[in-house]
């Protein structure tokens, strides 16, 4: 079955770059996404990627993704104290199908 | 309103209890799902139903059956608690060939 991995944890300084890693074994996974978590919440969908393209951008988020080396990563640009979370990468063999999370990352921010 | 809700938030039971959380969606999604979140922040398919009719069940024990009276609810029934049960569990729902899966803000479960 699918696996996904990534780092436990990422500590960066306010107003830094974060990129938070992860990489899968499934290739037939169609949809990667990342999903945020805070603090006693429940999951937020920050964004999500087609298995078709390499690249997505959406404000300081940026997805990136190596389908040959099936890794996906997270750039958030400009890290905020407001971004410290778990970042959960999770990926599905096509739309409406139950999500394989990664570990989750767990992203401190120090101002 | 709340797209997808759970209840209770916070569940605190004895070993050997049987217990039911619940979850509603409002959206109108045909697939519904539970997820199971441990101490470590570990996240777990346990059971998805697509419109009534259970198409996961991941490796979990027989205690735990979900109830689907209509396509709007998902209820969680745990039989026989035990320690090991304890945990944050999530439900979702999402829509035919959607791309996003809505989570509820979870149950934190703690059996003593």
């Known amino acids: 079955g699918e696996d996904v991995e990534q780092s436990l944890f990422l500590s960066v300084r306010e107003g830094d770059s974060s990129v938070i890693n992860c990489t899968y074994t499934?290739?037939?996974?169609?949809?990667l996404y990342w999903y945020k978590q805070e603090p006693g919440a429940g999951l937020q969908l920050l964004t999500y990627?087609?298995?078709?393209?390499d690249m997505k951008q959406d404000q300081r988020l940026t997805v990136l993704l190596n389908k040959k080396d099936k890794h996906l990563s997270l750039r958030i640009a400009d890290t905020q104290t407001g971004d410290s979370a778990i970042y959960f990468c999770?990926?599905?063999?096509?739309?409406?199908?139950?999500?394989?999370f990664g570990k989750g990352t767990t992203l401190s921010v120090s101002s | 309103d709340t797209a997808v809700s759970q209840t209770p938030k916070y569940l605190v039971t004895q070993m050997g209890n049987d217990k039911s959380i619940k979850c509603e969606q409002n959206?109108?999604?045909?697939?519904m799902y539970w997820y199971k979140q441990d101490s470590k922040k570990f996240l777990k398919i346990m059971f998805s139903?697509?419109?009534?009719?259970?198409?996961i069940n991941e490796t979990v024990p027989n205690r735990f059956s979900p109830k689907s009276p209509d396509k709007a609810h998902l209820n969680l029934h745990i039989n026989s608690l035990e320690l090991g049960d304890s945990a944050v569990y999530f439900c979702?729902?999402?829509?035919?060939?959607?791309?996003?899966?809505?989570f509820g803000q979870g149950t934190r479960l703690t059996v003593v």
């Open positions: 499934d290739s037939s996974s169609t949809y």
């Open positions: 959206l109108g999604h045909d697939t």
């Open positions: 979702a729902s999402s829509p035919p060939k959607g791309t996003e899966a809505f």
């Open positions: 139903y697509n419109n009534k009719e259970l198409i």
């Open positions: 999770a990926g599905s063999y096509q739309a409406g199908t139950a999500l394989i």
């Open positions: 990627i087609f298995s078709n393209m």
